[in-house]
């Protein structure tokens, strides 16, 4: 990896956690096929120009009817959703960060099938596009 990609592959970590972070949706409605419980939910991060793929990521979240997106924990990052839907068993919304390391829009979907889900995040952060794919499946009820 070339030293001008070093500081890119950073942000998108940082990016991926944010993204994530700030997702804290409610919908109306029966909302789509999806089980509630403990999700396991693996990201991976494409970027044009980075000819090494980044290592997924993994981690464990509780899914709700109340809140289909998943999401993770960082501190230092105020987003908010500008946009959101529920379509069928679809699940859009639109994102806008402002973080250390600059402004983020980001553009998210994920479709359920029960106790599964695939989706994409395209965000743009630094004049750099980057997608976020997404997958998740139910592992177990959710731990009170």
């Not at 890119?8 to 970590?13: D, G, S, T």
């Not at 993204?19 to 409605?29: D, P, Q, V, W, Y």
């Not at 230092?76 to 919304?93: A, L, P, Y």
Request: glycine fraction near 8%.
């Amino acid at each position: 990896m070339s030293q001008k990609h070093k500081p890119i592959v950073a942000l998108v970590i940082v990016v991926s956690v944010v993204l994530l972070s700030a997702l804290s949706i409610s919908f109306a409605g029966s909302g789509p096929n999806m089980q509630e419980g403990l999700w396991e939910i693996t990201t991976k991060m494409e970027m044009p120009g980075m000819p090494m793929s980044m290592p997924a990521m993994k981690h464990t979240q509780c899914i709700t009817k109340e809140n289909f997106v998943p999401q993770s924990s960082q501190p230092n990052q105020e987003c908010k959703i500008t946009e959101n839907k529920v379509d069928g068993d679809t699940v859009t919304w639109t994102m806008e960060c402002d973080a250390p390391e600059g402004k983020i829009r980001a553009i998210g979907e994920i479709i359920y099938n029960g106790d599964s889900f695939k989706g994409t995040i395209k965000m743009t952060m630094q004049g750099v596009d980057m997608t976020q794919h997404l997958s998740g499946r139910r592992i177990g009820d959710c731990k009170q």
